[in-house]
């Protein structure tokens, strides 16, 4: 997929598939909420208007509040590609929140997700 589709496409129909991926492991929305806060800064208020604005993946990123500034921390591959190694910042920040679903949806303890 072209990165500019990728960039496009609305959070809010993006979002539903990050908390079902988590669920389908017995992991749940509130946590999946806590790893993009604690990756972007939102509170949950924020992430809320962010999907009832129904603002693309580079919007969200975009007015994000705050990286966190352990996000270089997140290290491993999505679809074969090290998301340390993704030259785009966007698409490196879209990679990370994949990551850290992925982690989720594999048990990890919030504590390591969280580069805690």
Do not use: H
Request: aromatic share 8%.
């Amino acid at each position: 997929m072209e990165k500019e589709k990728v960039f496009a496409m609305k959070f809010s129909k993006i979002y539903p598939l990050l908390v079902q991926k988590a669920e389908r492991k017995n992991r749940s929305k509130e946590e999946v909420d806590e790893v993009i806060c604690w990756l972007t800064g939102y509170d949950r208020k924020g992430l809320a208007r962010q999907i009832e604005r129904e603002t693309d993946y580079e919007t969200f990123f975009r007015e994000a509040p705050a990286m966190n500034p352990n996000c270089s921390l997140i290290k491993g591959k999505i679809c074969g590609i090290a998301v340390e190694a993704i030259e785009d910042p966007l698409m490196q920040k879209i990679r990370y929140l994949d990551k850290l679903v992925d982690e989720l949806a594999k048990g990890k303890p919030m504590e390591k997700i969280l580069r805690a």
